[in-house]
């Protein structure tokens, strides 16, 4: 079964920085796309950032600058690494991974729990 684990969410400082990481385990014949989404109170999902098995990556423009999103192919992992956060990025934060698990024949998409990120004096 293929399961997507998220860790480093919290409580932060504005101005401060966090750093997420999805772990994705189970039998995985391989791993496309990458992402991590954001969901505020009374808000919709909405792409932070992604990025795709060659490397390229895309932000939303209100992260650009101040997000990094990276992965470790070997490990199987996304990470999301934030700074200079700001009140209005307090959100639960998800991710997804277009994944083919071991004797499938196509991609579907996963998601992890979600983590909450808390940015508050």
């Known amino acids: 079964q293929v399961q997507l684990v998220e860790s480093g969410g919290g409580l932060v400082q504005p101005g401060g920085s966090l750093r997420l990481s999805c772990a994705v385990s189970g039998s995985i014949f391989s791993i496309n796309d990458m992402a991590w989404y954001r969901q505020a109170p009374g808000k919709e999902r909405e792409l932070v950032a992604a990025i795709i098995s060659t490397g390229s990556t895309n932000y939303a423009d209100s992260v650009k600058g101040r997000f990094t999103i990276s992965r470790d192919n070997a490990k199987n992992t996304v990470y999301l690494q934030m700074n200079s956060l700001k009140p209005e990025d307090t959100a639960v934060y998800y991710c997804?991974?277009?994944?083919?698990?071991?004797?499938?024949?196509?991609?579907?998409?996963?998601w992890g729990q979600g983590t909450q990120v808390t940015v508050s004096s």
């Open positions: 997804n991974a277009q994944i083919r698990p071991m004797r499938a024949f196509s991609y579907r998409a996963y």
